[in-house]
Each structure stands twice: as structure tokens, then as C-alpha cells.
């Protein structure tokens, strides 16, 4: 689609308003071409001396009250049509947020967040201004120009009309000229300036890092080249542009010479009058409208079209997944792995080989091995952030892809090794997946994540904002507040993905305790733990151990040791560690 196909069916949906601007405009337009021959008029009949009194008055009165006519419809024109126009780039805007809603981790990857901020603001601002002011400009500017032009010749005279016309095709061609190079400086100043907003976003996020590296110098210069970089194309765009107004002035100078020197001449042979000719050089200065229109929507459209060659794309990236599951969630349902070979986008060797595992409802399964052995990736099957390249993932009996996307992911409590929280409070935090839960059970639920006691001490409890993905908390405070929140949920499935990795054994136990605790109450709750302490999974009914994607030893926690292979070998390992930090 291109850009004018995505503006004219924008203008199809909402043809009202633009209708209604539409014939403001032209009344503002037939009145503006008016007021030069209604001034010619009233000085012929000065000259001629029939205007006196009253009759000069109601002439003048005329011409007052057709300003006034102007005024307000220019003031009517601009709430009808920008109204629309802005209604379009909430459109866009709200596209392109469904859009990455939509997205599993292979579009994030191959997308960079600056980029999604700039198409987001700047990219559908220029999309905006193309579907309002381009439009506006265009149809305002091209019928003044016809109504003038017409007034010029048939109403004044049409020698004096053509040969005022004759330097416009030299500015026409001057104008494809520009606009070629104004589209390329347009596309790309928004490039850079996406990959400035790359530079603030990655600065920004990692900002402890880059302080504790020592690296605010090289972070300060990197941004020093990316701004003067984006100022300087932005710049260049503005010249280009700039180009536009002396190629109009040069051309209505030269229309002007040519015009009055016409005009004198066919004044002294009486072929017109002189209040035609004021009228006609009246004209001849209406006309610096229309010609900065043309160069105004010229360089609107380029920049809304470099917008949209950056925007379209995204939008019509395919779905990440395909959410085209028409079942329920089972309740109660059994999670089947059945014999599921996954491997990543780009990579050459498969992440997860065979996998055949089965979580009964109330179930614990333990999952463990070394980094990089597929732990993780066998919790994003489940989440549907990936679908498997061979086997298929079953739960309750029904393939996964059979069942809707959002109640499967409602069925999920989730909580990765680094949780995000956002810019908001404690409570808000935890009752992010429930907002109507009352404070005492978000309390009690970070009584079962032990962070309650840690809560307390804050200066303003559950109301303690957390900051930016929850800066001011330490890492095993956000995994706990991440668990209350999972908790809170009330789902019949909790996947904690290595969450307790950031916290001491004793909180560890006792978070453990208190699921087992939970669990009685809640025996239809499953949950899934991927640790690499052997210390999390050791009360599981069933641990498996992954290496490079296969499982090579399952069992319980006892029937591991008793087998003595890379469980047993951990285990003892992870013990001795223990007993010497705790000496």
C-alpha cells in the first residue's frame, strides 16, 4: 500500500469531515478571488467618481464583512480537518502497539526498541501532517490557483494571464527536482534519529552499568556524534525544503515584471483600465499561495512517505505466532511434552531434541541442568513464545495451538530470572495481573514470597515507588515481588524460571514451604521450577536434567543420587559449596 492509498482510504472512511473542509474551503477560495475584482470595481468607480457616501460604505462593508467570512471559516476548516488527521495517527499508533503485542521474541530480536519509538512519534507525526496539512494545502492551493488564474484571464484579459504564466514550468521543474532530494534527506534524517532514541533507550536502561564501566565519557561522545549526526540530516532536509521559496520568488518576480510591463502597455492603448490592472496585480500576489502550497505538499508527502516505507514494514510483519485456537483451557489439564525438537531461528544446532515429559495437575516438576541445555526454552514451548519444529506440546489432551492464545497464557503464571516491574508502587506491582485485589491479600501474598518483612521496612510500605524496572529494589527483592505477583494471579500454573536464583537458601526454603503450604490448599496447582540449585527441585515428584537440549537423567531428587550420574555429582558439589560459606 502506498501512502496516498493509505490517506485516500482514510478520507473514504471519514469523507464528512473532509467534505465539510472541503467546501469551507472553496467558499474561502471563491471569496478570496472576489475581493481583487470588487477592489478593481470600487477604483474604477472612483476614478469615474460615481462612489460617494453611503454607496463607498456598503462597497467597503462588502469587503470587511468577506474578511470576517474568511476568518471564521478558516477557523472552522482547521477543527474538521486536523481532527481527522489526528484521528489517523491514533489509528496508526494503536496498530502498531496491537502489532508488538502480537510479536513473540524473534520480532524483538530483528527490531530495536529505539526504531519502534520513532515510527511511534516522528515517522506517524510526518504520516499526520501528510493526511492534514498535505490535503489541506493541496486542495486550498489548487483551487485558488484555478479560481485566480480564470479571474486573471477571463475576467481581466487573457494575454496579460498568459504571459504572467509563462516562467511557472521552469518552477514546476525545479519543484521534481527538490522533492527527489528532499525525500532522501527526509528518510534519512528519520533513520538517525531513530538510531538516536537507540542510544538514550540502551543509555538510559544500562546506566548503572555504564557508570560502574567507567564509560560516561565514551557514552556522553557516542551521543555528542548521534545528536550532531540527526541535527545535521535534519538540517539538510530544511535546506532542501528551503530550496522550494526561492524558486517561487524568482518565478513570481519574474511573472510580475512580465505583467506590469504587459499591463502598462495595454493600459496606454486603453485595451484596459486601470482598476483591471490593479485588480489583475492583486491576483498576480494570491498567487504566492498556491505556489508555497505546492512546495509545502511536496514536502509534506515526502517526508509522510519516508515515514511510511519505515512504518509499513512493521505493521505488516506476519504474527510471531498465529493465534488461531478456537478451544478453552482445559481445567485441570495435564501438560504433555510429546517427543518436541525445537531449534532457533538462525541457529544450526537444535535447542531441545526428544523431549517427552508429562505434568499431572498438582504436580511439581523440577528441571535443571547446565547453562545453555534448554531449561528455559522448554517453559517459552509452553508459553507459546515459540512453537516446536518437530513433536507437538499437548495440554488436558489438546494440542496448544488448538487452544486461544489468551487463555492459555491466562491459565500461566510466569516468573523469569529477571523480572520486570514497573515504574509504579509495591502494591500496584504486585496486583498488576488482578487491580480490584485488596491490599490485604496482596499483603498475604507477599507473605508467601517472603517479601513482606522486606516491604515493611520501606519508608512508605506497599506505596514505595520501585522506579525505573524497579531500580531501588535489589535483585532477589523484584524476584520475590515478581512471585507475590505470579501468586496473586491465582493461576493453576507456575512456571518460576530460575526466580529464585537472586535470593539466599533460608528465603528459598521458605518460599518452597510456604507453595507446599499453598498447595494444600490449591491441590490442583502445578508448578514448574527451572533452578540451577539442586536445593529448589529437591521436593519435586519428578526432576529431569537436561544437557545440550536431550534429557539424560530423570527421577526424584532420591533415585537421582542413588543414581549417581550429573545430579548426584551437582548435588554433592552444591553441598560442599554450602557448608563452606556457612564455616
Same mark, same amino acid.
Given at each position: 500500500?502506498?501512502?496516498?492509498? /493509505?490517506?485516500?482510504?482514510?478520507?473514504?472512511?471519514?469523507?464528512?469531515?473532509?467534505?465539510a &473542509?472541503?467546501?469551507m474551503?472553496? @467558499?474561502?477560495?471563491?471569496?478570496t478571488?472576489?475581493?481583487?475584482?470588487?477592489?478593481?470595481?470600487?477604483?474604477?468607480?472612483?476614478? #469615474?467618481?460615481? /462612489?460617494?457616501?453611503?454607496?463607498?460604505?456598503?462597497?467597503?462593508?462588502?469587503?470587511?464583512?468577506?474578511?470576517?467570512?474568511?476568518?471564521?471559516?478558516?477557523?472552522?476548516w482547521?477543527?474538521?480537518?486536523?481532527?481527522?488527521?489526528?484521528?489517523?495517527?491514533?489509528?496508526l499508533?494503536?496498530?502498531?502497539?496491537?502489532?508488538?503485542?502480537?510479536?513473540?521474541? =524473534?520480532?524483538?530480536h530483528?527490531?530495536?526498541?529505539g526504531?519502534?519509538?520513532?515510527?511511534?512519534?516522528?515517522?506517524?507525526?510526518?504520516?499526520?501532517?501528510a493526511?492534514?496539512?498535505?490535503?489541506?494545502?493541496?486542495?486550498?492551493?489548487?483551487?485558488?490557483?484555478?479560481?485566480?488564474?480564470?479571474m486573471?484571464?477571463?475576467?481581466?484579459?487573457a494575454?496579460?494571464?498568459?504571459?504572467?504564466?509563462?516562467?511557472?514550468?521552469?518552477?514546476?521543474?525545479?519543484?521534481?527536482?527538490?522533492?527527489?532530494?528532499?525525500?532522501?534527506?527526509?528518510?534519512?534524517?528519520? @533513520?538517525?534519529?531513530? #538510531?538516536?532514541?537507540?542510544?538514550?533507550? %540502551?543509555?538510559? =536502561?544500562?546506566?548503572?552499568?555504564?557508570?560502574?564501566l567507567?564509560?560516561?565519557?565514551?557514552?556522553?561522545?557516542?551521543?555528542?556524534?548521534?545528536?550532531?549526526?540527526?541535527?545535521?540530516?535534519?538540517?539538510?532536509?530544511?535546506?532542501?525544503?528551503?530550496?522550494?521559496?526561492?524558486?517561487?520568488?524568482?518565478?513570481?518576480?519574474?511573472?510580475?515584471?512580465?505583467?506590469?510591463?504587459?499591463?502598462?502597455?495595454?493600459?496606454?492603448?486603453?485595451?484596459?483600465?486601470?482598476?483591471?490592472?490593479?485588480?489583475?496585480t492583486?491576483?498576480?500576489?494570491q498567487l504566492?499561495w498556491?505556489m508555497?502550497a505546492?512546495?509545502?505538499?511536496l514536502s509534506?508527502?515526502?517526508?509522510?512517505?519516508?515515514?511510511?516505507?519505515r /512504518?509499513q514494514?512493521v505493521?505488516?510483519?506476519?504474527d +510471531?505466532?498465529q493465534? @488461531?485456537?478456537?478451544?478453552?483451557?482445559?481445567?485441570?489439564?495435564?501438560?504433555?511434552? %510429546?517427543?518436541?525438537?525445537?531449534?532457533?531461528?538462525?541457529?544450526?544446532?537444535?535447542?531441545?531434541?526428544g523431549?517427552?515429559?508429562?505434568?499431572?495437575?498438582?504436580?511439581?516438576?523440577?528441571?535443571?541442568? !547446565?547453562?545453555?541445555?534448554?531449561? &528455559?526454552?522448554?517453559?517459552?514451548?509452553?508459553?507459546r513464545?515459540?512453537?516446536?519444529?518437530?513433536?507437538?506440546?499437548?495440554? +488436558?489432551?489438546? $494440542?496448544?495451538?488448538?487452544?486461544r492464545?489468551?487463555?492459555?497464557r491466562?491459565?500461566?503464571?510466569?516468573?523469569p530470572?529477571?523480572?520486570?516491574?514497573f &515504574?509504579?508502587?509495591?502494591?500496584?506491582?504486585?496486583?498488576?495481573?488482578?487491580?480490584?485485589?485488596?491490599r490485604?491479600?496482596?499483603? =498475604?501474598?507477599a507473605?508467601?514470597?517472603?517479601?513482606?518483612?522486606?516491604?515493611?521496612?520501606?519508608?512508605?510500605?506497599?506505596?514505595?515507588?520501585v +522506579?525505573?524496572?524497579?531500580?531501588?529494589?535489589?535483585?532477589? *527483592?523484584?524476584?520475590?515481588?515478581?512471585?507475590?505477583?505470579?501468586?496473586?494471579?491465582?493461576?493453576?500454573?507456575l512456571?518460576?524460571?530460575?526466580a529464585? &536464583?537472586?535470593?539466599?537458601?533460608?528465603?528459598?526454603?521458605?518460599?518452597? *514451604?510456604?507453595?507446599?503450604?499453598?498447595?494444600?490448599?490449591?491441590? $490442583?496447582?502445578?508448578?514448574?521450577?527451572?533452578?540451577?540449585?539442586l536445593? !529448589?527441585?529437591? %521436593?519435586?515428584?519428578?526432576?529431569?536434567?537436561?544437557?545440550? +537440549?536431550?534429557?539424560?537423567?530423570?527421577?526424584?531428587?532420591?533415585?537421582?543420587? =542413588?543414581?549417581?550420574?550429573?545430579?548426584?555429582?551437582?548435588?554433592?558439589?552444591?553441598?560442599?559449596?554450602?557448608?563452606?560459606?556457612?564455616?
Amino acid at each position: 500500500m502506498t501512502l496516498q492509498q /493509505l490517506i485516500g482510504g482514510h478520507m473514504r472512511r471519514h469523507w464528512r469531515p473532509y467534505a465539510a &473542509s472541503a467546501l469551507m474551503l472553496s @467558499t474561502i477560495a471563491v471569496l478570496t478571488v472576489w475581493i481583487p475584482r470588487q477592489v478593481g470595481h470600487v477604483v474604477d468607480e472612483l476614478v #469615474a467618481q460615481r /462612489l460617494t457616501g453611503w454607496t463607498l460604505a456598503a462597497e467597503l462593508g462588502l469587503l470587511l464583512l468577506a474578511g470576517l467570512c474568511i476568518y471564521l471559516l478558516r477557523v472552522g476548516w482547521r477543527l474538521a480537518l486536523f481532527a481527522t488527521a489526528y484521528e489517523m495517527g491514533r489509528g496508526l499508533r494503536q496498530r502498531l502497539y496491537d502489532q508488538m503485542t502480537r510479536q513473540g521474541p =524473534a520480532f524483538f530480536h530483528a527490531q530495536r526498541t529505539g526504531d519502534l519509538m520513532a515510527l511511534s512519534t516522528n515517522d506517524i507525526d510526518a504520516i499526520e501532517m501528510a493526511a492534514g496539512e498535505a490535503l489541506l494545502a493541496a486542495f486550498d492551493g489548487s483551487l485558488t490557483f484555478i479560481l485566480v488564474v480564470s479571474m486573471m484571464t477571463l475576467s481581466v484579459d487573457a494575454r496579460l494571464g498568459l504571459a504572467a504564466l509563462a516562467p511557472f514550468p521552469f518552477m514546476a521543474y525545479a519543484f521534481w527536482r527538490i522533492s527527489e532530494r528532499v525525500h532522501q534527506a527526509w528518510s534519512d534524517s528519520l @533513520t538517525r534519529f531513530s #538510531a538516536l532514541n537507540q542510544q538514550v533507550q %540502551d543509555s538510559l =536502561a544500562g546506566v548503572r552499568t555504564v557508570r560502574a564501566l567507567g564509560l560516561m565519557n565514551r557514552s556522553r561522545a557516542q551521543f555528542s556524534a548521534l545528536a550532531r549526526e540527526a541535527g545535521d540530516a535534519s538540517y539538510q532536509a530544511q535546506r532542501w525544503e528551503a530550496l522550494f521559496e526561492p524558486a517561487v520568488g524568482l518565478s513570481l518576480s519574474a511573472a510580475t515584471v512580465i505583467a506590469l510591463g504587459t499591463g502598462a502597455w495595454l493600459v496606454a492603448r486603453a485595451e484596459i483600465t486601470i482598476g483591471q490592472l490593479t485588480a489583475f496585480t492583486m491576483y498576480l500576489a494570491q498567487l504566492i499561495w498556491p505556489m508555497f502550497a505546492a512546495g509545502w505538499v511536496l514536502s509534506l508527502l515526502e517526508r509522510g512517505g519516508a515515514g511510511w516505507a519505515r /512504518l509499513q514494514p512493521v505493521l505488516n510483519a506476519p504474527d +510471531g505466532l498465529q493465534d @488461531t485456537g478456537t478451544q478453552a483451557m482445559p481445567a485441570h489439564a495435564a501438560v504433555h511434552w %510429546d517427543h518436541v525438537d525445537f531449534q532457533y531461528p538462525g541457529m544450526t544446532a537444535p535447542a531441545l531434541t526428544g523431549i517427552d515429559l508429562q505434568l499431572m495437575p498438582g504436580r511439581t516438576l523440577g528441571i535443571v541442568g !547446565a547453562t545453555g541445555s534448554g531449561k &528455559s526454552t522448554l517453559l517459552k514451548l509452553l508459553l507459546r513464545q515459540y512453537e516446536p519444529t518437530g513433536g507437538c506440546l499437548r495440554v +488436558g489432551g489438546i $494440542e496448544a495451538p488448538h487452544i486461544r492464545l489468551a487463555a492459555l497464557r491466562q491459565a500461566i503464571a510466569w516468573v523469569p530470572q529477571e523480572p520486570f516491574l514497573f &515504574s509504579a508502587s509495591i502494591a500496584d506491582n504486585i496486583a498488576l495481573a488482578r487491580p480490584q485485589a485488596t491490599r490485604e491479600e496482596i499483603m =498475604a501474598v507477599a507473605e508467601l514470597a517472603a517479601v513482606h518483612a522486606d516491604v515493611a521496612t520501606l519508608p512508605q510500605g506497599y506505596d514505595t515507588l520501585v +522506579g525505573e524496572r524497579g531500580v531501588t529494589l535489589s535483585g532477589g *527483592q523484584r524476584q520475590r515481588v515478581a512471585i507475590a505477583r505470579a501468586l496473586l494471579a491465582g493461576a493453576p500454573l507456575l512456571l518460576l524460571d530460575d526466580a529464585l &536464583s537472586a535470593v539466599d537458601s533460608g528465603t528459598e526454603t521458605e518460599i518452597l *514451604q510456604h507453595w507446599r503450604e499453598l498447595r494444600q490448599q490449591h491441590p $490442583e496447582r502445578s508448578l514448574v521450577v527451572v533452578s540451577h540449585r539442586l536445593s !529448589a527441585v529437591m %521436593d519435586a515428584d519428578e526432576v529431569v536434567v537436561l544437557k545440550q +537440549g536431550r534429557i539424560i537423567e530423570r527421577g526424584t531428587h532420591a533415585s537421582l543420587l =542413588a543414581l549417581d550420574g550429573w545430579y548426584a555429582s551437582q548435588w554433592r558439589y552444591q553441598q560442599l559449596e554450602a557448608s563452606l560459606d556457612a564455616a
